[in-house]
């Protein structure tokens, strides 16, 4: 099995660890499962096929939509009603794809969060396949906020083992590409003063950090590999649940949804 399709099964495995062992977010996580089953059979049939398309290009439609209805017909039956009533939006299908595609990543689109939501859960494959066959780019910037690669915001954080400390980066939303980002800098609004960053846990998944901004009242959720190694951020931020809850109740908004919406 080829490598890149090895990070879809990863990902569904542990989704199906963490809802056995944490029962607050199983729901949630066999409903990601089934999604991601979905999503790795896209991925592999991008991968078997050849085409043309660009992550700063036109999207590919002719390619994807013959995905769509199947992908609507599971969203509908297994969704929380929110996304299946969005996803009704999406059968008329080009539009909003196209409008994700052109502005949605970077939260510019026309587009609500919940309508973004279906678009993006179908196009992130995709995104990922133009990913995985595109040359790193080089960037001025040190720290940059968006996806050197695609322009999108950053989903979840990722801390990994350096010397004595932990080393931060940053996953993008819609291409899964990953960048290094300093470590006391909010992703939202650039503010590197310590005491305006605080850091939250919480007990039931001690390595998920919410990453707080009290200047611009956004917040990241960071996964810590450095205390749980299995950790695959995604998934393991999709199952911190409570920690989105309260983070929303005080005042903090994420840099960009989940599945869940959250
Ligand atoms: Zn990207
Ligand atoms: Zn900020």
Same mark, same amino acid.
């Given at each position: ?49 050849? @085409? *043309?398309?660009? !992550?700063?290009?036109?999207?590919? $439609? =002719? ?5 769509? /209805?199947?992908?609507?017909? #599971? ?31 970077? @939260? *510019?689109?026309? !587009?609500?969060?919940?309508?973004? $939501? =279906? ?5 992130? /494959?995709?995104?990922?396949? #133009? ?31 350096? @010397? ?99």
């Amino acid at each position: 099995m080829s490598r890149s399709l090895a990070k879809w099964d990863q990902r569904i495995r542990r989704a199906g660890e963490l809802a056995a062992k944490h029962s607050f977010a199983a729901e949630a996580l066999h409903f990601y499962g089934r999604i991601a089953v979905f999503q790795k059979s896209l991925y592999a049939s991008l991968e078997a096929g050849k @085409g *043309t398309g660009a !992550l700063r290009g036109d999207l590919e $439609l =002719p390619r994807l939509l013959p995905h769509l /209805p199947p992908f609507l017909a #599971l969203i509908e039956s297994i969704a929380p009603l929110p996304l299946a009533q969005a996803a009704a939006e999406l059968k008329s299908g080009r539009d909003v794809l196209e409008e994700f595609w052109r502005h949605g990543r970077q @939260g *510019t689109a026309t !587009l609500t969060d919940a309508e973004a $939501l =279906p678009a993006w859960t179908f196009l992130q /494959p995709y995104a990922e396949h #133009l990913a995985d066959h595109s040359e790193p780019t080089q960037t001025q910037e040190t720290t940059p906020a968006l996806c050197p690669l695609c322009s999108s915001r950053p989903h979840v954080g990722v801390l990994r083992q350096q @010397g004595d400390g932990g080393k931060r980066s940053l996953i993008c939303a819609l291409c899964a590409t990953e960048w290094d980002y300093r470590r006391i800098v909010c992703p939202a609004c650039g503010e590197e003063s310590v005491d305006k960053l605080p850091v939250y846990t919480a007990e039931e998944l001690p390595h998920v950090r919410v990453e707080a901004c009290d200047t611009c009242h956004h917040y990241i959720k960071t996964i810590d590999l450095t205390k749980d190694g299995r950790a695959v951020p995604v998934v393991d931020e999709l199952a911190a649940i409570p920690l989105s809850l309260w983070a929303g109740e005080n005042g903090y908004m994420k840099v960009s949804a989940n599945l869940l919406g959250l």
